[in-house]
């Protein structure tokens, strides 16, 4: 049974709601020991529809359900779908609090912009999250490293087969319990370089989180699995030496020159995804006393630089496997480790930093965590 209430208590910050059947205590808390990533939704979720004339509407937060779509829905055809990827986190006095959700906004808006799609308010976006919180805040796990994966999305609905921007639109938000993507211990990441195949070139749409980014690198990264490795790098799209990204992640590098460690990443070059995982290892690198600097840095020099000793260590980072290790590098051409091929001390620092902070664990210095 459902429970549909119009009176002015039952508006969940500002959104009309439908209260589903929810999972028992004894359900969720089972799903709760070992959710995996992806597997498991909450029992609700955010719909907003816009129109062209009208705008967005009010929005409603309703049980978690199918999506029901004409087959000449414009985003079946045309492509024009976008989300972002944030996580909530259990505090230790048992509020939950959402990692830096404002620029996680300005971003979801950004990659609006790029695919001729509508921005949404900052403030609905951040009210949506707020509102799915507050009725599905029991499944926000409360085990260090666990959190409660939050997908924000929109994409094309208007029924019309013509090229062009779509009149109609659908924003949803839905919630899934995720664990850490690796343990505290993690295995170090063994990847691939791929010479073949590009991600993104300038001018075209790498810096927005799209959908059909990931479906182009869907080939490259099941070669990197059949190569033995973990993730794909890519290389920009001209010269085919720059490395840039990988798979959904953005890299960093630790050099030491004597005493002195500088954490460096490939530049922003509009063909990379501006990762705010990214953004805020920047930060942490220059809290801890590190250089901190964005670079160009060929495949050549990677690999030059980890045979000398310069590059010591390297890792991935992105909302969904916080901080990654890299052992090993692979390609076509040559391979090698970088440092002894274990998880570097540098990486392990700057993972837990943010963990802690995340968590509560730690002193939120630069206000990044927000409370829901």
Known sequence: MTKTSQDSSDLVHGFSFELGVRASEQERNSH???PGFGRIHTDHMVSISYDRQRGWDAGSLHPYRPIVLDPTAMVLHYGQAIFEGLKAYRQPNGTIAVFRPMENANRFNRSATRL?????????????????????????????????????????????LGVRPSDQYEYILIASPA????????????????????????????????????????????????AGCDQVVWLDAIARTQVEEMGGMNLFFVEQSGDQTRI?????????????????ILQLAADAGFQAAEIDLSVDEWRDRCASGTITEAFA???????APIGEVRSSKSSWLVGDGGAGPITMRLRKSLLDIQHGISEDRHGWMEEM
Not at 121 to 135: E, K, Q, T, Y
Not at 204 to 210: D, F, H, I, R, Y
């Open 116 to 160: 001729s799609m509508p921005q949404l308010p900052n403030d609905l976006f951040i009210r949506s999250i707020r509102a799915l919180l507050h009725v599905d805040r029991d499944w926000v796990p409360k085990n260090l490293g666990q959190s409660l994966y939050l997908r924000p999305l929109m994409f094309a609905s208007e029924p019309m």
């Open 32 to 34: 709760l020991i070992r």
């Open 179 to 226: 664990d850490p993507f690796f343990s505290a211990d993690p295995t170090p990441l063994r990847v691939w370089i791929t010479h073949e195949y590009v991600r993104a070139a300038p001018g075209g749409t790498g810096e927005a989180k799209c959908a059909g980014n990931y479906a182009a690198s869907l080939l490259a990264q099941a070669e990197a699995f059949d």
């Open 264 to 280: 460096v990443t490939p530049r922003l070059t509009g063909t990379l995804l501006a990762g705010i995982t990214r953004l805020s």
């Open 317 to 323: 980072c992105g909302t969904a496997a916080v901080i």
